[in-house]
T-cell receptor, first 115, second 111 residues
Framework: GAGVSQSPSNKVTEKGKDVELRCDPI?????LYWYRQSLGQGLEFLIY????????KSGLPSDRFSAERTGGSVSTLTIQRTQQEDSAVYLC?????????????FGPGTRLTVL | SQQGEEDPQALSIQEGENATMNCSYK?????LQWYRQNSGRGLVHLIL?????REKHSGRLRVTLDTSKKSSSLLITASRAADTASYFC???????????FGTGTSLTVIP
């Protein structure tokens, strides 16, 4: 595809349920990032993947959050036992390589609402 | 944390005027980037400035960086209604690959 895609675009779930959010990065991009954006706020870094290296999970807010990246391409962010404070837009971005000299390409995001 | 802070939080100007947004950060950086986010959309990269650069231009955009003050500014000249969006700066830490985004400046350009 031409850009980063994310699915679903919107997800409404009940408190306590598990959710999976998907990100398809741009083909050939080795770095992949997940961010969370609460209403009217900036982006909160969650996790970063670079090639086959161990991911940087330092931004995950709790052990209910996990992410994987299969085959160096598609990534899934899983939130277990969702809470109302998890409601936010979850953004995925990819870049050709790691490092802050590289432009990040963002997907449109998944809007998660936990009732 | 390194998270940048933009100011003002909100800015409203008339079409044709210039818009200036500022970003401050806390620790030394390698690079600083500016992004734009239209309502309900993902972020779009605008411009990158390296720590050894002081000014950079791209079309109607002018970015400055003052590492001694740990601040950057984004100037949009001759603004258009289509420039209405939120603008974020993103910094790295001196080490690592994390990006730290500010809380953004919401710009409204009135036609």
């Amino acid at each position: 595809g031409a850009g980063v895609s994310q699915s679903p675009s919107n997800k409404v779930t009940e408190k306590g349920k598990d959710v999976e959010l998907r990100c398809d990065p741009i083909s050939g991009h080795t770095a992949l990032y997940w961010y969370r954006q609460s209403l009217g706020q900036g982006l909160e870094f969650l996790i970063y993947f670079q090639g086959n290296s161990a991911p940087d999970k330092s931004g995950l807010p709790s052990d209910r959050f996990s992410a994987e990246r299969t085959g160096g391409s598609v990534s899934t962010l899983t939130i277990q036992r969702t809470q109302q404070e998890d409601s936010a837009v979850y953004l995925c971005a990819s870049s050709l390589e790691s490092g802050s000299r590289n432009e990040q390409f963002f997907g449109p995001g998944t809007r998660l609402t936990v009732l | 944390s390194q998270q940048g802070e933009e100011d003002p939080q909100a800015l409203s100007i008339q079409e044709g005027e210039n818009a200036t947004m500022n970003c401050s950060y806390k620790t030394s950086i390698n690079n600083l980037q500016w992004y734009r986010q239209n309502s309900g959309r993902g972020l779009v990269h605008l411009i990158l400035i390296r720590s050894n650069e002081r000014e950079k231009h791209s079309g109607r955009l002018r970015v400055t960086l003052d590492t001694s003050k740990k601040s950057s500014s984004l100037l949009i000249t001759a603004s258009r209604a289509a420039d209405t969006a939120s603008y974020f700066c993103a910094t790295d830490a001196d080490t690592g690959n994390q990006f730290y985004f500010g809380t953004g400046t919401s710009l409204t350009v009135i036609p």
